[in-house]
């Protein structure tokens, strides 16, 4: 990734970007033979919005809902998977943790079919843009953005991985009344974890203690995620786990950018239920 030029890190799928390393086109193909189970527990979430946060949540939560140990090491994202990955994951044994950072109508079919449950982590715009910024800047298989103000830009314009953050919105807030779509933000779960993941344990079916959810909790704060990802993500662990708080936008915003971003979001959200969660 070092070596590639930064103009072919990224490439256009049906007008969305994708990162060609992690995310090739066979990746997107490979997906039409996935198929989805009615108890496999689906993480969905734009890029920066807490993903690999609820990844560890609820590996926790199935092993101690389930009484079967998760594999760490597995990344989730069905878009990362490949042919091979996709043919080993038909076999693997129930309840399958999988993810996606794809807009939900680009997720296969199948797991609206199946009735799968999806979690969805959603964050403020702001915050996930400047979480977004600097992983851009860290991430080897990501271009390195010329400036804050240019990465803003693309952001707006959805010209970054994965495409539009107010597209993707758009798009949940429609499937809000789906019982099988839960949809959690960033801000909830810093303020009360313990809650959150009652709430998700709950959603999922799995039947978790009081004391269960505390001990879950108490392990995934920022700190104490942070730590223990010395050990699992080795130098990743610094890309993954940068601040972890609510409102750095304002280090990072400018006058005109964060009023423009308001008026984005009044235009697009306001009104709306899921605009009424994504508060700041
Ligand atoms: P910041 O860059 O603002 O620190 P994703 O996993 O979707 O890529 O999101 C990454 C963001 O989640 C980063 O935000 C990261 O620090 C934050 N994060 C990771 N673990 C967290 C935790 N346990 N609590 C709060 N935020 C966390």
Redesign the pocket.
Known sequence: AKTMKEEDKLYRHDGVLYPVIMCPPENLAALENLEARPDDVMLV?Y???????MVAVLRKIITAGSGREQDAKMPPLIEFFGPEMVQLMSQAPSPRFLGTHMHPDNIPATFTDKKTKMLVIFRNPK?TA??FY??SVKNPVLPTPESWDKFYAEYMSGDVPWGSYFDHALAWEKRLDDPNVMVITYEEL?EDLFKGVQQISRFFSFDLSEEQAQDIAQD???SA?KESSKDSHGPMSSI??????VG?WKNHFSEAQSKQMDAEFEKQLAGTRLGAKIKY
């Open positions: 979430a890029p920066k919005c807490g993903f690999n946060w915050d400047v979480s600097h992983f810093k995934s704060t920022f995620m993954f786990f940068r601040k972890g708080e750095d």
